[in-house]
């Protein structure tokens, strides 16, 4: 499980833009009241499969990009190199068996390397099988480029992570980083006195999606009058969380955890656990490991997410296109609903692995749970 994890902590660094980001303001008040209003925000589509949902008014025409099928999708991905990847792509592999319609379906991985995904796309725009082009950048000023002279020849959807263009067809995301940092912070605010002591725990520095999650973490908690005791990075390893934490309890008492992305989640509860403490408000995010231990300890706890049920929405998006339907555009902004005492018991699955997504939206979808690796 930690080698895995680890496996998630260096594609974080290379997959979520690290490419330039001293130049970006990861405390922007205009975006996070932005994220903060769409939180809100009653989404669009049909219900029950947030997937199809969209937030806003604003369509994309895509009448000049009709044609008959049968259709080839390609995908140029970043990487499935990391637990949360994998859970997404196999989200899009099942996807794609959904509809006759895609005869071919070619997926280059990048492996993390920008290098080797822009010679991934470059191949592909020179094969000219391609009908459409779906993109998840490894970094985002490093694949603009190549994005561009893809969309110089056929039709393009980005998804999971931007371009540094507005080139693409859409660009396919859940609401953001403020949005998870904002309903974590929130919650434990309202789960603790003024003056309690918060424990902020981070995986890595200068990683756009955590920076923000971790800035409107704080403004939150400054506003609400806690006192951050300490904004620690763990790396992403087991060990080292349980460590910070223990180390911490020994200076003082902790009255709530935050964090930015919850994979270590259950090794910072079992450091009060160690100590015979009670575990205080907390947050992780989605996965099985965290939302079992949840219900288990009877917590008081939220799992905000990055759901994994966004993989989905490119292929259907590209059938769209295919069609010269409109779509969302020229942002896809998808809901990022949180788990919380009222829905865990939705989530929890004993059946499926520590690891997995439970937001993934693929209970209904072909070959579930053994192509995910649960058990029937």
Not at 152 to 175: A, K, M, S, W, Y
Not at 214 to 229: C, P, Q, T, W
């Amino acid at each position: 499980m930690l080698r895995g994890f680890m496996t998630l902590v260096g594609a974080l660094s290379l997959a979520l833009a690290t490419t330039a980001v001293s130049a970006q303001n990861f405390d922007d008040p205009d975006e996070f009241a932005k994220q903060r209003e769409q939180l809100e925000m009653t989404p669009n589509g049909p219900e029950g499969q947030p997937w199809l949902q969209y937030l806003g008014e604003d369509m994309a025409d895509t009448s000049s990009h009709a044609k008959d099928g049968p259709y080839t999708f390609c995908f140029s991905n970043a990487g499935v190199n990391n637990p949360w990847r994998v859970v997404g792509f196999t989200n899009m592999q099942a996807e794609v068996e959904m509809h006759d319609e895609i005869e071919n379906f070619v997926h280059v991985d990048a492996e993390g390397s920008d290098d080797k995904q822009i010679a991934d796309i470059e191949d592909l725009l020179a094969g000219g099988e391609c009908d459409v082009l779906i993109v998840s950048p490894n970094t985002t000023a490093a694949l603009t480029p190549a994005v561009e002279r893809a969309c110089e020849q056929l039709p393009v959807i980005v998804f999971d992570r931007g371009v540094n263009t507005d080139c693409p067809v859409t660009f396919i995301h859940p609401i953001g980083g403020y949005a998870f940092g904002i309903e974590a912070a929130e919650f434990i605010a309202d789960n603790v006195d003024p003056g309690a002591n918060v424990l902020m725990l981070r995986i890595l520095p200068g990683v756009d999606v955590l920076e923000t999650r971790y800035s409107a973490g704080k403004r939150i908690f400054d506003e609400a009058g806690l006192n951050v005791v300490g904004a620690e990075f763990t790396d992403g390893d087991n060990a080292k969380t349980k460590s910070i934490v223990e180390d911490y309890l020994q200076r003082g008492q902790i009255d709530a955890v935050w964090m930015d992305a919850g994979a270590t989640a259950v090794a910072a509860i079992e450091a009060f656990e160690d100590n015979g403490l009670e575990v205080p408000p907390f947050n992780g995010e989605d996965q099985q490991d965290f939302l079992q231990k949840w219900r288990d300890l009877g917590m008081t706890a939220i799992a905000p997410t990055y759901p994994t049920f966004q993989w989905r929405t490119p292929i259907i998006a590209a059938l769209s296109v295919m069609k010269g339907e409109e779509v969302p555009g020229p942002e896809w902004v998808l809901p990022q609903p949180a788990i919380d005492g009222d829905n865990l018991a939705d989530y929890i699955n004993e059946s499926m692995p520590p690891l997995h997504y439970a937001m993934c939206g693929c209970e209904e979808m072909p070959g579930y749970p053994e192509r995910w690796g649960g058990r029937d």
